[in-house]
């Protein structure tokens, strides 16, 4: 297992725009997806943004064309560039390494959660 750790997350007004970064010491070398969550006060966990080792991307509904997830290869490193944030935005956001298929590293689902990032989202 490896700590992951989230950061730059912020208090920002409506319409702003935060940049969030994921550091996972082998994700690149063991070929690790890597999905970004959020979860509000008082909600479920949901899934929010993933990156596979080919550079593919989705997302959730509610935040597509203001989101976007990207990766950094040499520093085992993904972010999520946040645009257009809204009230509904404010979460405490993780990230998780996952194993697309049986052909990746077992390691990839191996990660667990890190501490997590605070976005607050004020009008």
């Known amino acids: 297992q490896v700590q992951l750790m989230e950061s730059g997350g912020g208090s920002v007004q409506a319409g702003g725009s935060l940049t969030l970064s994921c550091t996972a010491p082998?994700?690149?070398?063991?070929?690790?997806?890597m999905r970004w969550y959020r979860q509000a006060a008082g909600k479920q966990r949901e899934w929010v943004s993933t990156?596979?080792?080919?550079?593919?991307?989705t997302y959730t509904e509610s935040v597509k064309g203001r989101f976007t997830i990207a990766k950094d290869k040499a520093r085992d490193t993904v972010y999520l560039q946040m645009n257009s944030l809204k009230l509904e935005d404010t979460a405490m956001y993780f990230c998780?390494?996952?194993?697309?298929?049986?052909?990746?590293?077992?390691?990839?689902?191996?990660?667990?959660w890190g501490q997590g990032t605070q976005v607050t989202v004020s009008s």
């Open positions: 082998g994700f690149t070398s063991d070929n690790c997806g």
């Open positions: 990156i596979s080792t080919d550079g593919s991307t």
């Open positions: 998780q390494t996952y194993r697309p298929t049986i052909y990746e590293s077992s390691r990839c689902d191996s990660n667990g």
